[in-house]
């Protein structure tokens, strides 16, 4: 089993960058695909980005592609996300999970796919 901590959440303006991280206990990272989620206010739980188990293939939301970029470094069990231009739309609080499952592609899209989820960490953009 593999525990998940986020960090770097905030309150930003339109436009600001925010580098969001993800930190891995328990298990080493390389067993798992990684993905980042986020729930708005008022919202149901929305995908954002995922990356694969070596970190070669990527896969992001329409909403954030061009703006956000999912990285991870196995070496120090970290997932991160770096976001650029950042929007009000944007504010939510975002999730990193892991996904034991197995796709063609590497990466994992589908929620229900993702078995360890972290607390969460609170994004808010102002305009």
């Known amino acids: 089993q593999v525990q998940l901590v986020e960090s770097g959440g905030g309150l930003v303006q339109a436009g600001d960058s925010l580098r969001l991280s993800c930190a891995a206990s328990?298990?080493?990272?390389?067993?798992?695909?990684m993905g980042w989620f986020r729930q708005p206010p008022g919202k149901e739980r929305e995908f954002v980005a995922a990356?694969?188990?070596?970190?070669?293939?990527?896969y992001y939301a329409d909403s954030v592609k061009g703006r956000f970029t999912v990285s991870r470094d196995n070496t120090k069990n970290t997932v991160d996300l770096q976001m650029n231009s950042l929007k009000p739309d944007d504010t939510a609080k975002y999730y990193c999970?892991?996904?034991?499952?197995?796709?063609?592609?590497?990466?994992?899209?589908?929620?229900?796919?993702?078995?360890?989820w972290g607390q969460g960490t609170q994004v808010t953009v102002s305009s």
């Open positions: 990356i694969s188990r070596s970190g070669d293939t990527t």
């Open positions: 328990g298990r080493t990272l390389r067993r798992y695909a």
């Open positions: 999970a892991a996904s034991t499952y197995f796709s063609a592609s590497g990466y994992v899209v589908e929620e229900n796919d993702y078995n360890y």
